[in-house]
């Protein structure tokens, strides 16, 4: 088995990417700019929707049933899409996926294929295999083809070009497409991609696509897509190629009357995309005459096993977590360093390939729940990423060298700290002292070493000379001693006593500095 | 070429392994369907609105993205697409095998899905054809979406996507208000091509503003019908 998840084991961690992204102010921009737009139409559509929580909640449980009984959906779909004129093919990981395609593609004596976007073909790395072969994959979705002009990176679920704006749009377009001039309006470019593509639809024998839902009870296949790039690529070509993750599979046709809702107004925020294709098997004199799924695992099956860790395929890849997340807003999706980026991002890459790579990725999150609460199947990603955290964790305890690194000795020294008072008192004396070069002004600037990570962004408040434990131990002290009071006047000492403390602690703090 | 036999095999061991390992019994048949039927589905179906609302909302909700929407009696059908046929300047039309005779309209040519030989068109020729009227099988009110399921009178999936223009009659009992009405009409034609539309073609992929018009048709006109 080797599982890949595009280019992630090169791929620098989160917070060196991310520093690099930060820097790009153009990029910035163009990403805020999406992300608030489309988030303000998705409200606006979301808010139409009075059974919006009843849809979340269907959308959830349904895949959450289907996962359940995830070899028996598999099963009943492969044999409706065969009893339908398709073939099925099983792929375990990337490689093995690449070398099904190709070898049908070989086969069928192909030089060009024509493609719809397909995330899952960018996670097992197609299209590298194909020009590797001497195929030519020609992406056809608007902004996939400007990230394959472009020779760049997808860095959205939705809209991989996001991070470009439209003057960059044309730009391209203009060097890439032999074009002598080009307007500036978005219709324009719009023009110059239909003029571009046109031939190559009408022309090559070939399409390969992903897949939104593998219908199970009809062997039906689903692709939700704006453009219609996706009904040329599966309806005008005479072999059509689709790679379905495993976990796309739903049990019904009927279950459509749910995602068909969802998923648009999640992902680009329209009450319905313009366009969706249902088809099953092959139909005579329709449409592609030569139908091949491949069905692919690539690290989906090792979720399967924690209920939590399940959730994660519950996805519908709509994207609304990216556009929600205050840390994607900043950095976009390049820093992710996977195809897979924002909140679901930071869930999925690791767990595909087993936590082996990806890992800062779980650390990617301020925790906020905003990705939660937008998703329309109701993945928990906060807990999720506290999961995989410990998972990280975890594993690098589990070796010799990671026991006895400081951090893990520092955290297994707070947890016995937290445990006893003593041993708590004692620390807090010792981080007391400890702190006291680095005090200005009651806050601590800048530490060196492996402290460093906590004050590189943001100062910390000193550790005041007097904690509250000593302070209610001075005022036991001193009640006992006045003979006790009344609950109730005690309890307003109490409360003007610790006003006056916690001034007192901000004087000692600045007279400290 | 991989082992295809033997992935199968070992992808659905994987499955039952780890659903096991998380205690999830393997069910037959009978228990996976009654399971299936317990999920529970509190989302709207769609309410009985009154009619005029529901004309209303579709028509409204089609116009939002960018369709034309012109209302027709019965015997007005053919008028209806003239009409539409004018503004653009068209003087012909692809129509497929099955559309009503009596909503063709006067004085238009009307192009058929066969060459010479009797073979359907090639895509060539297709793409030589700038308009297409059709049929549709329902109408979802709330998204604005018309429903092909590509039968008599709506031709296969490449005559609604290659030519520009795309006109198509819709009756007004074929309106609905919801998605889950919408997918219950059309449910017994499951395992037929189908193709839902909501209005001309447009991206998203620019700055994530709808643009109208890239590949499928740019102009999306409906005429809708009164009559059961």
Known sequence: MSVRVGKTATAPAFPIAAGGALEDSQLRRNVKHATEVIRAKRGRVVEEAADWEQLRQAGHDIKAHTLRHLDQYLQQFEANCERAGGKVHWARDADEANSIILGLLRGYQATEVIKVKTMTSDEIGLNRALEAAKIEPVETDLADMIIQLGADEPSHIVVPALHKNRAEIREIFLDKMGLDHLGTEATDLTDAARHYLREKFLRVEIGLSGANFAIADTGGVCVVESEGNGRMCLTLPDVLITLVGIEKVIPGFQDLEVYLQTLPRSATGERMNPYNSIWTGVHAGDGPQHFHVVLLDNGRTEMLANDLERETLDCIRCGACLNACPVYRETGGHAYGSIYSGPIGAILSPQLQSMEHSRSLPYASSLCGACYEVCPVKINIPELLIHLRGKVVRTDQSTLAGALNPESLAMKFASRAFQSTSVYVAAQRLARLGQAPFVRKGMIGPLPGMFGGWTKFRDLKAIPKHSFRDWWKDHEKARQKSGGAGPVRSATNASDASRRAASSETKEGASHG | ?228
């Open chain 2, 1 to 228: 070429m991989a082992d295809s036999t033997s992935a199968r095999a070992a992808v659905l061991a994987q499955i039952r392994k780890r659903l096991t390992e998380s205690s999830i019994p393997a069910s037959t048949d009978a228990e996976l369907a009654a399971e299936y039927q317990r999920i529970p589905r509190s989302y709207s179906r769609g309410a009985a609105a009154d009619a005029d609302h529901l004309l209303h909302l579709f028509t409204e909700r089609l116009v939002d993205y960018d369709a034309e929407v012109v209302r027709a009696t019965s015997d007005g059908v053919a008028q209806a697409i003239a009409g539409l046929l004018a503004a653009a300047s068209e003087r012909r039309a692809m129509v497929p095998e099955g559309f009503p005779s009596e909503w063709l309209p006067q004085g238009v040519e009307i192009l058929r899905d066969q060459d010479a030989n009797g073979e359907q068109l090639g895509h060539e020729a297709l793409d030589g054809i700038k308009t297409v009227i059709t049929t549709v099988s329902a109408g979802i009110a709330q998204t604005g979406t018309i429903i092909l399921e590509h039968s008599a009178g709506q031709g296969r999936r490449a005559l609604t996507l290659v030519p520009d223009r795309h006109i198509c009659v819709v009756r007004t009992s074929q309106v609905v208000e919801s998605v889950p009405e919408g997918v219950e009409r059309i449910r017994a034609q499951a395992t037929q091509p189908i193709t839902f539309i909501s209005g001309p073609s447009a991206t998203s992929d620019i700055e994530m503003t709808r643009i109208r018009g890239v590949h499928g048709p740019r102009f999306l006109g409906v005429v809708l019908v009164e009559q059961a």
